[in-house]
């Protein structure tokens, strides 16, 4: 049997030497191109995974494996967050002083490439994103809907295999959150990226094909 | 091709994602600056002014063709008796032995300079080139005065200047080699040693060698000559003039107290950076943990930090050597200063001066970009 893009086994992630526990053991596999949604309520250890899943942190206890190597020994954890995954965040965490199309290339300053590359792949990223017009305008004048979609097009700045993302429509309307939906299953699909969404809506989160249900640090089903 | 730019994204680059930073709290990075640039300013006016003043002493021994200074072995205040003259004179290799004093005297409330004693026959004023009048005669109150010092002054040969309480006649104005003569007053050694209670003592014998043995290296030919001297004349020193230069006490009191004011001015300027860049970075522990996200290695943040902190320096360093310049400029045309400033800046110095901005920016950086890389990315985003 092939090894899985992502596979967690048996992750423990404890704070404050022990005390708090968020995750108790969790295994999951993830296939290249699923979309799986985890939901849980609030600090059920969702995001804490995400976290993991993404080499934002280490486990205290059990490993991640991306196609079948452990992350933090054998996979650098900066070259696989720069190169293999892009986060997006409920906060969007847009930088305030860089506008739109920089914010996208910032992604891009980690890897080494022409500036030139870098500007026309934000321009196109931005305009998929339907933000043609938008391109010079910072954080601070474009809406939340519009922030979202810089954020998304800057972790699909270095053409990552997984997409991260972590309560993406949790500061957004109905409308938007249709929308920001929309626009993340058609990368799912067009670009057959792996798709991770962390949500506490159950909507979202049945619309996925796998859903993943995670109480007190546990996987339920 | 307008229909395309509109399209393409400005271009963003380490250095502008740096610049953006510090623009971003523009006060603080202007007060910061203020601080650097002080800082570089005062090594710039300071340390460029002690090393031309001891340049134009260089200048000053050279031009008149001392080879060997000598002087007493203690080195403040040094005072020998006029009586040994005879004795350096006797020792083979010297030509000549003349004996001087040099002093600083307030001439005017406004203006202090120079003031060399020196014996009418002395081979020194032969460097000197008369602009008007004539020399001064021994035993007499006469003076001649340099062509900066008579400007300022407003004398003419014939006029009278009273110094430490004693009328002396201008009875020449001269051009000097160097800013230091060109301000300077040189009267007979006798005055000077009565007017500064000095009757008998000499500051130094100022020495020529004879022509060098053919096939001698000039620097081993005077070393042999000090140690002639030296044997000579018990309780001397004798100097090679360029090293005097350096020695002399004026020239040693002066950067000593430039070297230490600057150091003082650039310590609070890395400060203001090290200070600036260590809230910059607390300010920003969110938008670190972000580029951590973004996959941006420990060593980017670090570049990042050290990008601004240098930048700082740099543009303090330019602003510093604008300021120091000005300064010497400043200083050469105010007669107080006139004669012993030069607004000449060195090449070299400027080059150093930039130099230590940068590495004060280094410096200034290292800590806060340790902090900055060593942050947590899961961390630094929770933070508020």
Redo the contacts between chains.
């Keep these: 049997m092939s090894s899985p893009l992502l596979e967690a086994r048996g992750l423990v992630k404890s704070y404050d030497d022990g005390r708090i526990a968020a995750l108790r053991g969790v295994d999951v596999r993830i296939d290249a191109g699923e979309y799986v949604a985890i939901s849980g309520p609030s600090g059920s250890g969702k995001s804490t995974l995400l976290h993991m899943l993404g080499g934002l942190d280490l486990p205290t206890r059990g490993e991640v494996l991306f196609r079948g190597s452990p992350l933090g020994s054998a996979v650098d954890l900066d070259t696989y967050r720069s190169r293999q995954v892009g986060f997006i965040f409920q906060a969007f965490y847009l930088l305030p002083t860089l506008c739109a199309a920089e914010n996208v290339q910032v992604a891009m300053l980690a890897i080494n490439g022409r500036a030139n590359h870098r500007a026309e792949r934000a321009a196109a990223l931005l305009e998929e994103m339907g933000l043609k017009d938008r391109m010079r305008h910072y954080p601070n004048e474009l809406s939340a809907g519009e922030r979202q979609r810089v954020a998304i097009a800057r972790a699909l700045a270095n053409d990552p295999a997984i997409l991260l993302a972590d309560e993406p429509t949790g500061n957004l309307d109905t409308a938007n959150t249709a929308h920001i939906m929309e626009i993340l299953r058609g990368i799912r699909e067009q670009r057959g990226m792996t798709l991770v969404i962390v949500t506490h809506e159950n909507e979202i989160a049945s619309s996925a094909p796998r859903h993943i249900r995670i109480r007190d640090g546990r996987i339920e089903a | 091709m307008r229909k395309t730019s509109n399209?393409?994204?400005?271009?963003?680059?380490?250095t502008g994602?740096a610049w953006?930073?510090l623009?971003?709290r523009r006060l603080r990075t202007l007060l910061t600056l203020v601080g650097i640039t002080m800082g570089i300013g005062a090594f710039v006016a300071l340390v460029g002014f002690s090393r031309a003043f001891e340049h134009e002493w260089m200048r000053l021994y050279t031009s008149s063709g001392t080879d060997i200074a000598v002087v007493e072995t203690s080195f403040i205040n040094t005072s020998l008796d006029e009586s040994v003259g005879p004795k350096i004179g006797a020792v083979p290799d010297v030509a000549i032995a003349v004996p001087m004093i040099f002093n600083l005297i307030d001439l005017t409330p406004d203006v202090n300079a120079l003031v060399y004693g020196w014996r009418a026959d002395s081979y020194e004023l032969d460097s000197l080139s008369l602009l008007s009048g004539r020399r001064f005669r021994d035993g007499q109150p006469e003076a001649i005065l340099g062509k900066n010092l008579a400007d300022d002054l407003k004398k003419r040969p014939g006029d009278s200047l009273p110094i430490q309480g004693t009328n002396f006649t201008v009875t020449g104005v001269f051009h000097g080699g160097t800013a230091l003569e060109e301000g300077a007053v040189i009267m007979p050694l006798d005055q000077l040693q009565m007017i500064s209670s000095m009757q008998g003592k000499v500051t130094a014998f100022h020495v020529r060698l004879r022509p060098m043995p053919a096939g001698e290296a000039y620097d081993r030919y005077v070393k042999r000559a000090e140690a002639e001297i030296e044997a000579a004349v018990p309780g001397v020193h004798a100097d090679p003039a360029a090293d005097r230069a350096a020695n002399n006490q004026l020239v040693a009191l002066a950067h000593s107290v430039a070297w230490g004011t600057s150091t003082i001015a650039l310590l609070i300027g890395i400060l203001g950076i090290a200070n600036t860049m260590a809230m910059s970075v607390f300010e920003r522990t969110?938008?670190i943990g972000?580029?951590?996200?973004?996959?941006?290695?420990?060593r980017?943040v670090i570049l990042l930090i050290l990008t601004e902190a240098t930048a700082l320096g740099l543009a303090g360093g330019f602003l510093g050597i604008a300021m120091g310049w000005t300064a010497l400029l400043v200083l050469s045309a105010m007669p107080q200063t006139a004669s012993i400033v030069s607004a000449s800046v060195a090449p070299l110095h400027l080059a150093e001066s930039l130099l230590i901005a940068i590495v004060a920016g280094l410096v200034a950086g290292a800590y806060p970009a340790w902090r900055a890389a060593r942050l947590?990315?899961?961390e630094a985003?929770r933070y508020e």
């Design positions: 399209v393409m994204a400005r271009h963003l680059s380490f994602f953006k930073n623009r971003r969110r938008e972000i580029l951590r996200a973004l996959g941006w290695k420990g980017h947590s990315p899961v985003l």
